[in-house]
């Protein structure tokens, strides 16, 4: 991985709250086609890192590259029109839209065209790649959550982003929902996008991710393969516990 | 596919009727007061109008739009006595000055949303009044600033031919939302509406569409403000009064937030509303008021659409009994 060329570089990149340093000093690398995860405890960073990313929140200090390109002082939305997607950890869709219209926003305005996109076969395939089978004039509102999760990562992936960052994909979903969340950010991967992924579940971020960083109040506890994150006596102690990193430790060297 | 054809077919039918009404109103209409009030539905037709674009469709908690109009009735007022331009120029400056002031308000504005958007426009809305007080040797002072009257070929036009001038006004209004909405700027609005979050981290500019509208929607209101003030030969401070924005945003709310035809409906109810109890004088507010919590109660998404969810379940109520019939 290490001869892989870094898609995204954050350099030094900080972030206050008042007195309290929600991202602190953070430095690290994610490179081109790997699925990058992130986790720790809560309030160690880790939305807040993704919303400095993608500008919701800018830097206080510290400088943010994509593709070499300095990212830390562009408005949200011209973020997108260089190919970062995005979803939140609560399900956010256009509400009162159709999935239709959900798919046609996605379509124009993440490639910043100045009139509608409706080329349905692409939208059509977008969905089908999500496997949300639903009819297109459902008010999106009226999704149930797995649904709407399905919907707003359709409404991030017809942009056609180079790199894909998801906000605890899993949460609120059961088992088999779940299963089938991890299996779609597989394929995501597969297709060659990149994937920066904040996941609480160890197992899963295990399992799924090429490399996983450990964060804690802010700062970056450990890094690297899987493997090597949950042998980590750091992680340990700070985050897993004895029993978890066992657990951890062999779904990573299965 | 086929019902769909059939159903425009049917909602073309109905717009084309509406259409031969409106311009077959004046020939049944003999009563001018009634006339007026009609003219004057249609003036705040095209100002709830404009204001639902921004408010319904952009949600934008703004409550400018009555200054806006005032300040198309005042510049065009203004331009009329002062430079002496005819009346029918006068619309257009209305228009350009409500959009250069509506430009001025919405950059720093339009940046901040919620109450902070309904402070910063209450405090604009109130700025304005104070300069219309301060200036009164232009704008009147509270006696009003006195407009000519529309005139074509040096002759007076007559209420039903200005009848005709405020309708292809409101026409106008409503094509140009209509086409908005319809439009990748329509689709942006709404998205920002639903979620600036989301929407800005899909590609929208929240802050570009929401001013580009903001304006657009100025420059309509200020063109019925500039009509309004020839229309009636005057325009007074009164147009800044606390009642006036609560009836706009009545009309919104009754007709139906977010919908073409909801805020005309329920500018034509309160139009006539307010001057059927005329004679309550200053409890007309407190009955609008109560009128406004009935309709948020009983229809809160206002009118038209709870006209259209009757509708859909009278339709599959029938539906079911035919099939039950079949059997």
Redesign the interface.
Known sequence: MEDKKAILRVENASRLFGSLRAVDGLSFEVYEGEIFGIAGPNGSGKTTLMNII?Q?IPPNSGHIFFHDKPIHKM???K???EGI??T?QNP??????SIL?NM???S?????????QSNMDKIKEVLDFVNLDKPLDRIAGKLLVNDKKKL?MA??LI?EPSLLILDEPCAGLNISEAKESIELIRKIGEKGITVMLIEHNMQVLMNISDRVMIMDAGKKLCMGPPSHVCTNELVIEKYLGKRTAKGVKDIAES | MLKTTDNNRKLLLFYILMVLSLLALPLFIKNAYIMHLVIMTCVWGVVVNNWNLTLGYGGMFHIAQISLFAVGGYMSGIFINELMISPWLGLLVGGIFAALVSLIIGLPALRVKGIYLILLTYAFHYGIKELTDHFREITGGSMGLVVPRFRMAGVALQNWQLYYVILALLAVSVLLNWMVVR??IG??L??I???D??????????YKFKLMTFVMAAFVSGVAGAFYASYLSVIGTEIFSFTLIVNALGMIVIGGM?TLLGPMIGSFIITFFMEIFSGLEDYRPILVGAVIILVLLFAPDGLIQEGNKRWERWKSRGKKKSEELEV
């Open positions: 993608t919701v408005p949200s939305h973020i997108c029109h997607g995005r939140f956010t869709v256009f509400e009162s839209l219209d046609i926003i996605g124009t305005f993440g490639k910043n065209h100045n009139r509608l707003m409404i991030a942009a | 439009s990748y689709k942006a709404m998205a509406r639903d979620s979050i989301l929407a800005n981290s899909t590609g929208i500019n929240p977010g």
